[in-house]
């Protein structure tokens, strides 16, 4: 990966301050990333979600993905209770309690990777084996780069990336946003099979859009919700839930492209109460003041080389 | 210049016997690992995706490998020659302590048989704190070993060869100061993308320099605690004037890094967390209160002349540093969806053998090359 320009005056800046002084979370604070030009996402709807989970059962397809027992004693069928090397998507049932917008008293939400917008997996790997796509910024893994440090797991702050534990050729697996599929002009498998539109794939742009329509909504009234693809003509009628009105993924560490809309609050299902600049940007900005480039080591060997020769000699 | 020996005497004795033994049990279930996969031999899961080989063996057991880098600090920068007889032993230990944190590295990688990748270039990621660590270990391993070579080469008598390395053995001193002063700060910054999942009385901006700073106290508690037993075990006098003018630099570095560690803390308003009675509050409390009694023992010069409280310091340091950067990998880290961890016995053993694998070394090497200072009363 070069050193882009950007990168480089922000070193640049952040090195006018001392070394360790400067280490200050707020002045090392690094620049947001903007949305790929043609960022593509989903817009899962958790008020549309009927918690069918044909969305687990197509992505295990599209994917080869072997079914997963979460609960042995009743080995019948794939029930995977979390994500794991063998599930890339799950539908989790929340319990909330009190909540008059629920009837039922639950929630459902739909777990898979967010395509950051600022992804904290492709900053950690070492050997760029995680990249984003500048063009539709769907974030892919590469196998022949990965040496399995794990150092994505540990830093992407939703637990999406997941290791092949009992395999001694492991792999990191992940939520492609079906790019094979992509490639071949269609779309991501889950929201193709999803039966009410809950969620939903498309334009990052266009999805942001339909979040807010749906959050301008009446309560109760009936309206036309787009069905699997945003560009597509399907559309289903549907009475608006009540909604928080938030959208989850628009700013959350500096936003991703795949955004939540929810009728209870999102902690409750799941989903952390996160600041809008990206921990990303922070190390970077750091790591950034002090190399500013490699330039400040490269000095200060020359010194310590410098310092050490006329020791070395005044010795013999 | 000062002369050195080797102590000479029997190598098979029965501590050596029994890490061999437990080095022996680590390669059964090293040999599971590379056939059955990690999971078969640890506990680590996708929610704690690192375990003890990474928080120990490399965050901890790197940090207790810095003897040779602090010694290094004060004798070539600070122009201390008289601590020159405390510079081999202590390169020796990090040599050690480096090469096996290497070597544990590649078990604990699943690809490992990728790890070159590292090294291609059209694959690097600059921006990846992880990156830089790697290389920057990766090439002080080498240059601890290119180090510490005139002590082999004087013990082949390949004195020509000795000559020639010396005449540019001050690029990797150079080097063997500044790569540390990089990688230690930067297993700090690792955590900084742990963000939300690192509990905020860890997680804080000023990682890399407390990481920095326990790297050096950690490294000078090293010397002192090794020094002193090797007195002990091998019934040499103690280097003492030497360890009692190096323990006068601690209280500082102690003193900066409390300062900063609280403040930084209580600046956040995470402060009240601690006194909170919780597991995570209490190690917080134990880390600092180990360093706190290390700072206020060696604060007096009378207490820096008494080997006793010496070592109880130096104890003190080594566990209260080492808890620290521990807490910061495992303790204090929780993902936030129900995983959780503590070693399986493989693993453990694993990394057991790997702290024999060092205690066989090092007395193989003390008693067969010139490592120690030569006694002069003879
Ligand atoms: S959710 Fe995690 S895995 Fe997905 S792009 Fe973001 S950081 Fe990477
Ligand atoms: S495990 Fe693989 S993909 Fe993840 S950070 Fe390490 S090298 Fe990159
Ligand atoms: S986009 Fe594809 S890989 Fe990702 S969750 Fe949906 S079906 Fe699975």
Redesign the pocket.
Known sequence: MKIRRRDFLKGVAASTLLLAAEQSPVQAKGARKELPPNAVG?LYDSTLCIGCKV?EY??KQ??NKPVEHGSPSEPMWDDPQDLSAKT??IIKRYGVEGQKDSAAGFAFVKR??MHCIDPACVSACPVSALVKNSDNGVVTYNKKACIGCRYCQVACPYNIPKFEWDSPFPEIVK????SHLLAKGGI????AACPTGASLFGPVEKLRAEAKRRLAMQPGEYYDFPVADINGTEVQQHRAGGYVSHVYGERELGGSQVLYLAGVPFTSIGLPDLPEDSYVALADGIQYAIYKGMVYPLVVLGGLIYIIRNREDKKE | MQERQALGGKVLTVPFKVCAAIVLIALFFLGKRFIFGIGSVTNMNDGYPWGIWIAYDVVVGTALACAGYSIALIVYVFNKGEYSPLVRPALMTSMFGYTLAGVSVIFDIGRYWQAYNIFLPWLSNLHSVMFEVALCIGTYILVLWMEFAPTMLEKFKADKLKARLNRIIFVFIALGILLPTMHQSSLGTMMLMAGHKLSPLWWSGFLPLLFLITAVVIGYAAIIFESLIASVAFKRPMEMHLLSKISALMPWLLGIYLVIRIEDVNLRGYLPLAFEGGLLGNLFLLENLLLLSALLILAYPSNRRNPQLLFIASCAMLLGGSMYRFNTYIVGFDPGTGWQYFPSVPELFITFGIIAAEVMAYLWFVKTLPVLPKLTKA
């Open positions: 989903i969305c197509a992505c599209a994917n890339l998507n898979h990777c939520c492609q946003l079906c991501s498998a889950c929201c």
